[in-house]
């Protein structure tokens, strides 16, 4: 069974960092492409960050420079590390893991930037 857990989230002020962790299980998880997605409220899920079976990576422009994912393929873990919040960076951040005939999704974590 294909399991993957994010946590990490939680509340925090704007200029200040999180870092997310998602743990998989059931998975041979070099062999994924793995990524970080979030959707706010009232809003379309949307791509965050991707990072590929070799380590190459991608960003929306909205967090580039501020925003770093990576994995570690012997811990089977994937993270997202993140400063310098903005409160338009709430929402629930959801990982992913991606290749030819699987497609799965974690349950989330709530990400709140606020005063």
């Known amino acids: 069974q294909v399991q993957l857990v994010e946590s990490g989230g939680g509340l925090v002020q704007p200029g200040g960092s999180l870092r997310l962790s998602c743990a998989a299980s059931g998975i041979i998880f070099n062999l994924y492409t793995m990524a970080w997605h979030r959707q706010a409220p009232g809003k379309q899920r949307e791509l965050v960050a991707g990072?590929?079976?070799?380590?190459?990576?991608n960003y929306q422009d909205s967090v580039k420079g501020r925003f770093t994912i990576s994995r570690d393929n012997a811990k089977n873990t994937l993270y997202l590390q993140m400063n310098s919040l903005k409160p338009e960076d709430t929402a629930v951040y959801y990982c992913s893991a991606v290749r030819v005939g699987g497609y799965y999704w974690g349950q989330g974590t709530q990400v709140t930037v606020s005063s």
């Open positions: 990072i590929t079976r070799g380590g190459n990576t």
